[in-house]
């Protein structure tokens, strides 16, 4: 796949809604970015941490699911812990998944949410559950 096959995929969804978009990626490693609008605040003018959540939840789902066969393999967030460590009000989020753990059925990654400055905003780890599809009988 590629990032242009990425986004593409993503239109329409969630990822969509809040201006997410994905820059590169590796076997190691998922890169996107969301362009801060007045939709991401909450009343006090600074990015909500939901916003951020879901930024990071997003980029280490999407590193997973580029780590399995689609056609055998589905993936679900299980559990996503995050800190929120400075501010954002505008401008662009830069968020950086990079994988931890690997195994059959779990995937683990630490996320950094940056701004355009390089200044730390938010950090998350992300837990996702690996789950064969069931096969129908033919």
Request: glycine share 6%; proline share 4%; hydrophobic share 40%.
């Amino acid at each position: 796949m590629t990032i242009d096959e990425l986004n593409r995929t993503c239109r329409g969804s969630f990822m969509d809604l809040l201006h997410i978009e994905f820059t590169a990626f590796s076997d190691t490693a998922v890169e996107a970015v969301m362009q801060i609008t007045p939709e991401h605040h909450q009343p006090l003018g600074v990015v909500h941490g939901g916003a951020l959540i879901s930024l990071a939840e997003s980029v280490g789902s999407v590193g997973s699911v580029l780590q399995v066969d689609p056609e055998k393999f589905s993936v679900y967030g299980s559990v996503v812990y995050t800190q929120h460590l400075s501010p954002a009000r505008e401008g662009k989020l830069v968020a950086r998944a990079s994988i931890l753990s690997k195994s059959d059925f779990k995937h683990i990654w630490d996320v950094e949410i940056r701004d355009e400055k390089g200044q730390l905003i938010s950090i998350s780890r992300v837990t996702n559950s690996i789950k064969p599809i069931k096969q129908e009988a033919d």
